[in-house]
């Protein structure tokens, strides 16, 4: 990093945004119980669209972690975008991860080399310092923008009630807080 350029500092949330929990968690589940049909997830309640319902919760915290959270496929063109802003972009994780799921999820990171230098495993995203989040969550865009800082939600069939800024991709998210950045500050 020039001495000049200060890198814009970025939280990134991780399931949802760049990591396909859902596609991870669909691929499994279909090979243990291919005759069922899942329905779109468009909430956090996935015993809704799974047929086994309330113990998809057990499916995934007691059979398959490891497989479910370390194959979980990258959002196509996710970690690509996160290297070519890299020169621009300070990215930091935020992630919320039960405590059993940090270590797959730090296997993850490593496996697929998501560049960053700094992950916050945490529920609270709005205590973490940095210009803007990216996230998939609502809750979590709330409380982020109630600390009056940019909340950029990664468009998702469950996130459809937020109404603030929405992108389609990493790249996208990149190309818009520039654009917020240098409407602050016209000579940046
Ligand atoms: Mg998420």
Redesign the pocket.
Known sequence: MSHNSQKIRVLV?????IRDFIGGLTRIYRREFPDHVIKTVRSRRLEAFFPIGERIYDFIDRQFLEEILTGAPPYPGAIEAMRRWEHRFENVIVTAQPRRWRYPTFIWLGKFKVPTNEIHICYHKEAVEGLALL???VDNLEAFRATGRLAVCMDQPWNQDWTGPRVTSLNEFYQFVLEAVNSRNPEG
């Open positions: 949330d991780l399931d949802g945004v996230d998939d969550f």
